[in-house]
C-alpha cells in the first residue's frame, strides 16, 4: 500500500502541490437483520479505494478511484491537482494548516473476539430466538432484530512524510417490539432505539448487551404502553435515561461545536452554529455541574468517535469542551485550528470512506459522571415530582442549534420520590443553553454509559459517521414537556 | 464507464464460480463531482469514480446478498461465497419466490435521462457557474454558500433466469443559501440535464429571500395559514410514502392500515407515482428488474393503492389484509432483496390541480399567514397519525392583507400530515423540487389552514 499511496503523493508534488495526503482504506461489513422470525436481510459488503487531497494555488482538490492500479492512482491524483486550480478561481486567502510532527505509526482497535470468525449461523440463531422472545408476548404485532459488524483498514500518507496505519473494528446490536391497536402504533426497543448499542469493539460487545434476557421485558413494556396515560403537557422536573442524554449531547453540544460549522462552512445543509468565536471561554453553556469533553483517545472508552489518528494524522486528543458550564473548546482541524488561535487541531478530521472528503466530525462527545455516588433510582427518590424519560424517539433541532424537541418511546411519572403510572408519548422541548443551565444533578460513574450514534449525517455530499456520548442519568429544572402532541 | 456490455461479461464470470440455484447481480456506479462553496469562496471541492456488484445467490428458498467494488476474478469468487454462505444457513422462506425472468411491461416509454453536456461538466465549469453566484452575493453584500454538482451514473441488474437491464443517467444539481446578519434565502434545483440549471436565477431569487426577511420579527405560535413552497412540501409529504408500500401494511406499521379506501385527504388531493413523467428521473425497473408501474395512490383524497414488489403482493393476497387494500398487483417498486421493508413509492407525482394559482396569487388571497421557503429536521413523532415535527428555515415570511410584510422567526411545527392534506386551500403548477429531508418529487406549492406551529425559536 506504501507503493499506491506513493504514486499519488510523487504526482500531486511534480505538478506543484504544496501538500498532499493519501488515505487507501480497506472496509468489509456485515449486516443480519429479522423480522417477525424470518430473516430479514444478510448482506455482507467490501469496499476498497483511494481518497487522494491536494492544496494547489493555496486551494483543496480531491479525487478518489477504486481503481488502485498505477495509471489510476496517477489520473486520480493529476484530478485532484486539476480540481484544486479550478478551486483556487473562487478564493480570497490561502489554505493554512496548523503544523503537526509527521509521524510513522500502527493503531488498531482493540478487539477481544473478531466478529467475522463468529458463525453466521450462531448471529442468526441469537436474532431469531430474541426475535421468537419478542413475539411470545401477547399484542406485539412487529419484532425486529439486528446486527451489524465493520472492520475497516486504513493507510495514511501524506506529503509531509506521515505514515499511518489504523485498524478500526465496531459493532453494533438492538431490537424492537412494535404494537398496533385501535389507533396507535407503541413501540419498545433495546438497548436503544434505531440499531441498539454500538461501539468500538469486537463482538465481545454483543455478549455484554445482555440481548436475550431484556427481550420480553421490553415487549411486555411495548404492549403496556397502550393503557398508559398520555404524558401530560406543561412545566416539569425530568429525569433523562443516559441514552437519550446522549442524543441530547450530539445534537445540543456536539453539533454546534463543529468550528466548521460554526465558520459558516456548513451553512447551506447542517447548518450554522449559535457558538460564535466570541463565545468561546465566555458563555455560560451550562450549570456548574455540566462537564463535556471532546475524547477521542482508547483510555475514554470504546466509542464510535475513537481512534488512534484523525484522517490527517493527527493524534487522538481530549478537549474540554464545557468545563464546570463554562464553554471552552470548539472541534478543530488543521485547516480551521488558527480561527481559534489554536496552534495545533483538535483531531477530528474524520472520512465516511475512501471516496469522501475527511470532514470536521464528533470525537466521543461525553458528560462526565457526577462525583459523588448517585444511582438512578437515588436520584428519582431525590425528586419530589417530575417525568422520567427512557430512550429516544424523535429527535429534531434547528439549523443554529438554539430549539431543539424530543420524543421518547416511554416515560413514568415520578411521585413523591417514586416511579408512578407509566405515561406514553412523554416529549420535551426548550433553548439549549437554558436546557443545560437546569442541569441540577447528575449519576455517578457506575451509572455512565458510552453510548454509540451509528448514523450522524453531515457533508455535501452527505456523509454518515458514527459519533460516541458518554452519559449518566441526569435531571433538569423546569422544562417544557409535551408541545409535540399539542394541537393534534 | 462501465458498460453493460462489460458488466454482461461479469455476471457471466459471476454465474460460472456460484452453485447457487439461482444468482443475480445488480451494478452501481458512475463518475460524480461536487464544488462546495462558503463565505464566497470554493472550500471543498471533489470527485469520485466507484463501480461495484451486489450478487444475490438463491438455494431453495434462502437467499443473501453480498457486494464488492472489485472486479477481479479473485474477487468475485469472494463474493460469490460471502453471498452463498450467508444464505445456505439459513431456513428455507416458503415465501420467496423465484427470480423473475423478464421485467414485464412499463406502463410507458421512459424520457432520456442522460445528456452527454451533462456528463462533459468539468471543474472549470463548475467553478465558473460558482463564480456567477459569489458575484451575486458581492453585489447585494451577501455571504453565499452551496453547491454545484454534476454525475454520470449507470445501474443494471442482470439473473439467471433470463432478466437482463440497465439505465445509464446524468444529474446535476446547484443549491445556494444567501446569508445576511439576522437571515438567510435558499434555493435549489436540479435535472438530468445541467441546461435546465440556472445558478443566476438560484441565486438572485435567494439573495432576495435573504434581504426580504432581514430584521425578522417573532410572531406567537399557534395555527396558521401557511404558503408552503415545493420544496417545503415535498420534504415534510415525504415521510408518508414508505406507508404507502404492501409490506408496511402487513406488518402493521403503516398510517394506512384500517384507513385505504376512506376519505383520508382533501378531495382537491391526487397523488401518482409516475418514472415515466417528463419531471422525474430514475431508472425505470425495481430492485428485482421488474418494471415499474404508473400507480395512482391517492384519489381525490382517497388512498385508493398501494405498491408492491413481486413477493408481497402474493403475501399480501393470502393475508387477513386482502379485502381492504384495493387492487392487490406487483408494481414494480420493490427494493433489492432481502430486505425487511419491501417496497415504496420513489417517484411521487401529485395530481395537477384544477385550478392552480401562483405564489404570488395565494399570497394575495392571504389575509394573515405564513410563508415557508424550506422546512428543516423533520422527524416522526406519532406514526398513526403522521405527526411530524421540524423547524422553518432560510426564508420565513409574515404575510398581511395580500402582502409579504418582511421575515419572521423561525418556527417549530408538529403538524398532522393527514390534517395537512385535509386543509390544502390552494396548489400551485407541478414543479420538480429538491429538498433535504425526503427524495426529489413532482409537487406543487401549497396554501394550507391552520397549519400547526407549536414554538418558535431565536432567529
Known sequence: MKDIADWALNVAAQRGASFADARIVDERSRSLATKNGKIGHASDAESLGIGIRVIADGAWGFAASDDLSQAAVETTAARAFAIAKASARVKQENVRLAPEKPVTAAWATPCQIDPFAISIEQNLDLLLKIDADLRSVAGVTLAETSMNFRREEQWYASSEAARIHQTKYSAGAGYAAYVFAGTEIMKRSYPNSFGGQWQNKGYELIHELKLQENARRVAEEAVALHKAEQCPEGVFTIILDSSQLGLQIHESVGHPIELDRVLGMEANFAGTSFLTLDKLRTLRYGSDLVNVVADARQEHGPGLGTFGFDDEGVPAQCTPIITNGLFTGYLSSRETAHTIGADRSGGTLRAEGWNRLPMIRMTNISILPGEKPLTLEQLIADTDHGIYLETNKSWSIDDKRYNFQFGCEIGWEIKKGKRARMLKNPSYSGITTEFWNSMDAICSRDQWTLWGTPNCGKGQPQQVMGTGHGAAPARFRGIKVGSAYRGN | MLTREKAGEIFDRIRKCSTADEVEAYFYGGRSALTRFANNVIHQNVAEENYGTSVRTVFGGRTARASTNKLDDESLQRVVRASEDLAKVQHPDPDLLPMPTNGGMSSGPVPRRHFAETAAITPEDRAEGVGKIVRVANHHKLTTAGIFSSAESVEGIFNSRGLSDWHTQTSAEISVTMLAKDSSGWQKGNSPDARNLDPLALAETAARKAIESAIPRELPAGKHTVILEPAAVLDIV???????????????????????????????????????????????????????????????????????????????????????????????????????????????????????????????????????????????????????????????????????????RNFRFNESLIHMLSNVEAMGTLARASGEESFDMVVPAMKVKEFNFTEVTKF
Do not use: C
Open chain 2, 238 to 408: 415525504g415521510f408518508m410514502f414508505w406507508d404507502f408500500a404492501g409490506q408496511a401494511i402487513l406488518d402493521e406499521r403503516s398510517f394506512l392500515n384500517n384507513r385505504i379506501g376512506t376519505q383520508l385527504f382533501g378531495q382537491n388531493v391526487n397523488i401518482w407515482d409516475d418514472v415515466a413523467h417528463p419531471l422525474q428521473s430514475g431508472s425505470p425497473y425495481d430492485g428485482e428488474g421488474m418494471r415499474r408501474q404508473r400507480v395512482h395512490l391517492v384519489e381525490n383524497g382517497v388512498v385508493r393503492r398501494v405498491v408492491y414488489a413481486r413477493g408481497t403482493a402474493e403475501k399480501m393476497k393470502k393475508s387477513e389484509h386482502a379485502a381492504k387494500v384495493g387492487p392487490i398487483e406487483p408494481t414494480g417498486h420493490g427494493f433489492l432483496l432481502p430486505n425487511e421493508m419491501g417496497e415504496m413509492p420513489v417517484n411521487i407525482v401529485f395530481g395537477e390541480p384544477k385550478n392552480p394559482q401562483t405564489v404570488e396569487q395565494m399570497i394575495e388571497s392571504t389575509e394573515r399567514g405564513v410563508l415557508v421557503t424550506r422546512l428543516w429536521y423533520i422527524r416522526e413523532v406519532e406514526p398513526y397519525e403522521k405527526i411530524l415535527t421540524g423547524m422553518t428555515r432560510d426564508g420565513t415570511f409574515l404575510i398581511e392583507n395580500g402582502e409579504v410584510q418582511g421575515g419572521v
